[in-house]
């Protein structure tokens, strides 16, 4: 591992270990999912600033006005990097729940972060109780508050778009919130995939798309919502209804 990247690794310790702790003990002092989660945006804002600012990142967006940024929605994006949650965080109006894999949580401060506010963890082991258990608890949900999602499950080390999951369009279904999908460029360029974790100078741009409604939908009808939600992250088309 290069010195530089070394040194960032320790920047990046230092900030979490003085930012966190203070939202982590005010999460677990509050009660439900709405009120944590909405602790969770200052805190994303805060901490982006200071690590892509010490790291020369830049975060445009365009295409956020098609959203009303007092409903909530399905976030669903495209996920290159390690540096893509931070992007989508400061870049939508709502507050936020990430739907995250179990094994984060394990992850001492960040994942203690993740569950004292409101973030949402799965076990991908067991889909179908995973599936009932988080619509249960995105049901519970009030105001704005969204869900940002990445349905391909994995970060793609090629650049690729991998094969979407089905999980968040069951979730949208049976919640009856619209999906948004969202393009995320250039964070493969600035964090690459598979390596040291090391950030470069650069660009990462989110394109946000006009939202998708999901009421009066079926399960029958998340084969043509997939179709519409990839063209939109693979450029091949706008999503509509």
């Not at 010490?54 to 540096?83: K, L």
């Not at 949208?172 to 995939?193: D, F, K, Q």
């Not at 946000?208 to 009421?215: A, D, E, I, R, S």
Request: with cysteine.
């Amino acid at each position: 591992m290069k010195p530089k990247t070394v040194l960032q690794w320790i920047f990046a310790g230092a900030v979490t270990g003085i930012l966190f702790p203070p939202f982590i003990i005010l999460g677990f002092t509050r009660k439900g999912m709405t009120s944590k989660g909405r602790l969770c945006r200052p805190l994303a804002i805060l901490y982006t600033k200071v690590l892509y600012g010490a790291f020369r990142v830049r975060v445009v967006h365009r295409g956020i006005e098609q959203i009303d940024p007092q409903r909530p929605y399905v976030f669903m994006a495209n996920h290159t990097s390690i540096a893509d949650p931070l992007a989508v965080a400061v870049t939508i109006p709502q507050p936020f729940h990430f739907i995250f894999k179990k094994e984060l949580a394990r992850i001492p401060v960040f994942g203690w972060a993740l569950l004292s506010l409101g973030q949402i963890m799965v076990d991908r082991e067991n889909t179908e109780q995973a599936r009932a258990s988080l619509a249960g608890t995105i049901s519970g949900l009030s105001g704005n508050n969204s869900i940002i999602i990445f349905p391909e499950g994995w970060v793609s080390h090629d650049g690729r778009l991998l094969p979407l999951k089905k999980g968040g369009f069951h979730l949208a279904i049976r919640t009856g919130l619209p999906i948004v999908p969202v393009r995320i460029e250039g964070a493969r360029e600035v964090c690459p995939p598979g390596g040291s974790g090391h950030f470069n100078k650069g660009v990462i741009s989110i394109q946000v798309f006009p939202p998708l409604p999901v009421c009066g939908k079926t399960e029958t009808d998340i084969p043509d919502l997939v179709k519409k939600v990839r063209a939109c992250l693979t450029l091949e088309g706008a999503g509509s209804s």
